[in-house]
């Protein structure tokens, strides 16, 4: 590629071997109609079907396209990061490689960045997602704003743009997990959203599993924000002062009506309900410990085993 990239599409890939034909259908006249010099930056997250395949045969085909193939599946925010790392464009967008986000809508995100912001984000319209997948998505959006205090209207769309200045700040960043769109928001001097388009994956099925999408949440909530902790500590303040109230009241109730054992399973009830809030604080303690100890183990966050493409490949 003799020119340097103005734009660099960087897209995850895990088993989707049904549409990423498809993509490149979609995408390579969407990059050539813009005009300007473009790469497309893939990393294949240790996909099990045809992926990592198709996508060398694209490499064949294309020019501007290169491929990371990663060693084992390290997630879609690492695979991401990698593609940042070897990423050369003033303008950085990403995109899932399931086509609900249609590529024709990158055009909007440059149009943006080129006005001066530096994080486009975007809000889905009509989403085409299961009532589940909304319901999540609506939840970990307001917990995440109140946590982080980030004005992000949906963290859940991946189709987002970057400034280059961003994208070096990310790069310095060595977390071994993180959620991308909340991490460059810090970075951000002028960030800015715009609407797009939302379709019905084709092919495949949804890599977030609930599972996965409480981890996400966990990963939002304590790697941006000590709030979860400072709650935690003022409903144990106000869990105090309750309690010594409540043990006032009981002292002078025994006094004035005597001793009886009604209410004891009221008191039970009572006893249960802070030890279950007990427990859940030692849980939230343990995220932010469990991030500690992965952060100091200081292991790599993902491994290449090859990067195909260009000049790159080796």
Known sequence: MPDKPYISIVIPVYNEEGNLANLFDRLYPVMQG???????????????DRSLEILKEMVARYPEVRVVEFNGNFGQHMAIMAAFEISRG????TLDAD???????????????????????????????????????????????????????????MLRAYHRNVINNINRCQETS???????????????????????????????????LVRLNFDLMTGFSVVPLQLFALLGILTSLFSVAFAIFLLVRRFIVGAEVEGVFTLFAILFFFIGITIFGIGIVGEYVGRIYQEVRRRPRYVVRKVHGADNEH
């Open 34 to 48: 813009l005009g300007k010099p473009f790469e497309i930056i893939l990393t294949d997250d240790g996909s099990r």
């Open 99 to 157: 086509l609900q986000n249609p590529p024709e809508e990158i055009p909007k995100l440059v149009a943006e960045v080129e006005k001066g912001h530096d994080v486009v984000g975007s809000i889905r319209q009509k989403r085409q997602d299961t009532f589940f997948r909304k319901t999540a998505s609506l939840m970990v959006n307001i917990v995440t704003r109140k946590m982080t205090g980030m004005k992000m209207s949906d963290y859940g769309c």
């Open 90 to 93: 003033e303008i950085v967008i």
């Open 178 to 212: 993180t959620f991308i769109p909340a991490l460059a928001q810090t970075f951000a001097a002028s960030p800015s959203e715009v609407e797009v388009a939302h379709a019905e994956r084709q092919e495949g099925e949804s890599k977030y599993s609930l599972y996965k």
